[in-house]
């Protein structure tokens, strides 16, 4: 009897948080920060991605924007539902596609997991508000194969209490018998000796299998019975966070906390793909055995976009950039991933080697091609410019890395950039477009215009235009450029980089003539 009084004081105490929740909000005691400003009113522009979609997400970052072949204007973020703050957390995948440039957007989640009820309650600007003990997936990518249409995203997935700074060294796979195999460990236990074998099947320490198996999700059955977990629900007293049941059972997975087997907590690369331009997704495939060394620790997408490249010896081939951080020093490089069969399988190429004048960091990167299938890269730094290096052999080494004098960054730790081809010409030459924020804070952001000149086989990008799309005391934070179906650019950009702010990220298109004409000098 005892303990039936004590669940129900749980729900009404939980009750009565809730209640809390929604006055505090209503009284507008969420503020922010003094000094922080938005760009004025989204009226040149739409929003993807808003509390009031479909989604029920407050909190959105991270964009990812691509124009697939039939026009159709595909946009990736994070769903942030458990506030702003990267993973460890509650983050889930959000799609929103366009079918007329962008003026209207239909949103899905295209992958979620349920271990942490999707709810998005309305949270003080305290950036260290999160859901720790979450599954997440984070930071999406993204890239059409121009011969199949079929349209990749590739995102990193995190186990629970994982992030960044606490992936462990290691691809969370061992070999066995000349296979790599997931590495699992018994919840409770300390060692990660439980294998999942090629058949699906989980395997003990001892090389027996057990009752227990995974099917392609990752969720786990016994005697082929899913098993499953009940789903929790985060509320704060204030900024105090504290955990009920929704007495919703879910599949269990291993990167959950209650599943009876878990992943090695480490960072993982989901790949997932989408047949109908965005509309729908499979379920993911994890890649880490593929393109992840034993000896790395945190390995994560570049988020934006990926490329194919169109000419030369490696045409046809697609491929994802991808940044690593050292674990001893914590230097942060990218390399890319690779396939040269539409997908089906996966390698990684060399990283970018660092030096003097980049500094300890060339981290989420963007790659443009030229018309030999030579690549070049633009590098997020923290030596106040964008970092560049090139390859002449498909991503698989990287050659002369350096910083950009015309292309300031974000002093401090940096920024994510964009950068794409412009197909057709300007000012009758090939061309490159590049956003970034040049001030501090993540402010004053522009869009670049670089016009690519060969010389004797050798290409240089020439900038020639820059566009001030924010001013130095208005945030311009993570961005992605596309070109739109009838020749003029979009972006998706995100209007702040205070934490806890809700529907900042906006989508505004512009023509040629007004990267142009209307340029700074």
Known sequence: MRAKVNKNAIKIFAACI????VFTAGFGFVLMPAGALFAEGPADGTKPFSSEGNIGSRYYRIPALLTA?????????????????????NLDTAVSTSTDNGATWTDCLAFSFADWENASPSLLPDGSLRILNS??????????????????MLVDAFPYATGFSSSQ???????????????LRKNGEENYDYTVRGDGAIYDKNGQKTAYSLNSRGEILENGTP?????????????????????????????????????????????????????????PVDLNAQVKSDDAGFTGVCPGRGIQI??????????????SADPETGDQFFSVIYSDDHGATWAAGEPVTLNETVGACMSETQLVQFADGSLQAFSRTQAGFVGTACSADGGMTWQDAQLIDELPLAAGSGCQLSAINYTGKIDGKDAVLLSAPAGDGRTNGFIYIGLIEENAGRYSINWTYKTEVTDANTYFAYSCLTQLSDGSVGLLYEQSNIAQSVDTTLFKTFTVTELTVSAVQ
């Open 169 to 183: 060294t290691g691809s969370g796979y061992t070999e066995v018998d000349g296979e790599k195999c997931l590495m």
């Open 310 to 323: 169109e000419n030369g010896a490696h045409a046809g081939r697609l491929i994802f950039p991808v940044y």
């Open 135 to 152: 599954a997440s997936v984070i930071d999406p990518s993204l890239l059409q194969d121009g011969q199949t249409g079929r349209v990749f």
């Open 18 to 21: 809730a209640i809390l929740a």
């Open 69 to 89: 072949q039939d026009g159709t204007l595909i946009a990736a973020m994070d769903a942030r539902f458990g506030g702003t703050a990267d993973s460890p957390n």
């Open 227 to 283: 098993l499953t977990i009940t789903q929790k629900r985060q509320h704060y007293w204030y900024t105090v966070p504290f955990a009920t049941g929704t007495g919703q059972d879910v599949p269990m997975h291993i990167f959950y906390q209650d599943a009876l087997f878990q992943a090695y907590p480490t960072s993982y690369l989901y790949l997932m793909w989408s047949d109908d331009n965005g509309r729908t997704w499979s379920d």
